[in-house]
């Protein structure tokens, strides 16, 4: 199988709305020959160029005659691979991501131990905040995640509910990471890491 067969075959085993750079291929081929292949699907329209150095492969809806939109998030994800960044969202973006809210971001945020940018996907703005190493770093992005969403909601907003998918979304472990590394949160925050962590 040539390396253009191989990387189209991985691609087609994503899930639909995964983001991927030229180095989750270095696997298959060096660099310089996985830029040219997927260079050509893009030429083809095999794949989306959605940012320099980053790629979605997206379905065609026939019902709206275009192109899906790109998943924002997976776009995060990709480029924090691209720099090697540890990343979290925060605000509302977290809220969304983890499925405690329903409201799309106009503008999708995350904290990063990188440096502050700011990129425009398709119309919609990716942006992410530099914040110090300790408040992510060390981190499972999970963990990073949850810590967000529940500054998110805030101290009295906290539902049972909410409670329940935060605690779902993490595995034993990380509930486990999350009350061990948590500790470094204010204290409400880390009072309902504790209700959360009380499953594991």
Sequence with gaps: MT?????????????????????DFFDLSDYENVRKIL???????????????????PRYSKLLIEWEAPNL???ALALARKYNW??????N?????LGLSTQVPGKWMYIS??????????????????????????????????IQAIQAI?????????????RDFLSDSERQELLI???????????IIREIGAAA
């Design 3 to 23: 390396n253009t067969k191989q990387i189209e075959k991985r691609i087609q085993s994503m899930k639909p709305g995964t983001a991927f750079i030229a180095s």
């Design 39 to 57: 260079n050509r699907l893009t030429d083809a329209k095999k794949i989306r160029r959605l940012l320099p150095g980053v790629y979605d492969a």
């Design 73 to 75: 998030h997976e776009v």
């Design 86 to 91: 540890s990343i979290a969202p925060t605000g």
């Design 93 to 97: 973006t977290a809220l969304n991501v």
């Design 113 to 146: 131990d990188g440096r502050y940018v700011t990129y425009n996907v398709a119309g919609t703005l990716l942006e992410f905040k530099h914040r110090a190493n300790g408040e992510i770093s060390g981190l499972s992005k999970e963990v990073a995640m949850v």
């Design 154 to 166: 805030g101290k009295d907003q906290m539902t049972e509910e909410s409670l329940k998918i935060l």
């Design 181 to 191: 590394k948590g500790k470094a949160t204010k204290s409400w925050v880390y009072q």
